[in-house]
T-cell receptor, first 115, second 109 residues
Framework: DTEVTQTPKHLVMGMTNKKSLKCEQH?????MYWYKQKAKKPPELMFV???????INESVPSRFSPECPNSSLLNLHLHALQPEDSALYLC??????????????FGSGTRLTVV | GQQVMQIPQYQHVQEGEDFTTYCNSSTTLSNIQWYKQRPGGHPVFLIQ?????EVKKQKRLTFQFGEAKKNSSLHITATQTTDVGTYFCAGLENNDMRFGAGTRLTVKP
């Protein structure tokens, strides 16, 4: 299995809702990442988990809360989002924390719309 | 912090023409990676360059890493419609991987 699987593929949520994005990989990768991508922009790093520990938090608002239950799973909990948070949320993984061996493997993303 | 600048922002070519995108960093990079994102898709890893002056080829794609490890380029020879997409470079400095803004390539058949 050489894929990163993200669910759901699409999500529409209200500003008072609580939802979670899920990401799964079974490649034995030890680093997992959350990126946010707005239209026609590059991916922006949000969080990095290295060996299941949060190693980088790029000053992301607290309405985004990451969780890494085990080495194969990564969640992003969403609460009280704003319309400007609408974007494509990409999960990625790499064999080791710097992705210097085989790069990052990205999931197909969750397209989030906040109404 | 580290910034990776990428040009051009857009490139429109006739099928069969060549295409080049450039990345420049203000600081020395440990490595540089290249990704392709098709319209509506997600980034897909193409290649990584690590050594100063390194050149790698993948069929019609040629990747170069500058001698000072501050710049890189991706050159596509004789573009095809399947080359359409956005090409991102991503530079690694001190375990911090940052994406360039990307070059959006469109190819007219």
């Amino acid at each position: 299995d050489t894929e990163v699987t993200q669910t759901p593929k699409h999500l529409v949520m209200g500003m008072t809702n609580k939802k979670s994005l899920k990401c799964e990989q079974h490649m034995g990768h030890r680093a997992m990442y959350w990126y946010k991508q707005k239209a026609k922009k590059p991916p922006e790093l949000m969080f990095v988990y290295s060996y299941e520990k949060l190693s980088i938090n790029e000053s992301v608002p607290s309405r985004f809360s990451p969780e890494c239950p085990n080495s194969s799973l990564l969640n992003l909990h969403l609460h009280a989002l704003q319309p400007e948070d609408s974007a494509l949320y990409l999960c990625a993984s790499s064999q080791e924390p710097t992705g210097t061996l085989y790069g990052y493997t990205f999931g197909s993303g969750t397209r989030l719309t906040v109404v | 912090g580290q910034q990776v600048m990428q040009i051009p922002q857009y490139q429109h070519v006739q099928e069969g023409e060549d295409f080049t995108t450039y990345c420049n960093s203000s600081t020395t990079l440990s490595n540089i990676q290249w990704y392709k994102q098709r319209p509506g898709g997600h980034p897909v890893f193409l290649i990584q360059l690590v050594k100063s002056g390194e050149v790698k080829k993948q069929k019609r794609l040629t990747f170069q890493f500058g001698e000072a490890k501050k710049n890189s380029s991706l050159h596509i020879t004789a573009t095809q419609t399947t080359d359409v997409g956005t090409y991102f470079c991503a530079g690694l400095e001190n375990n911090d991987m940052r994406f360039g803004a990307g070059t959006r390539l469109t190819v007219k058949p």
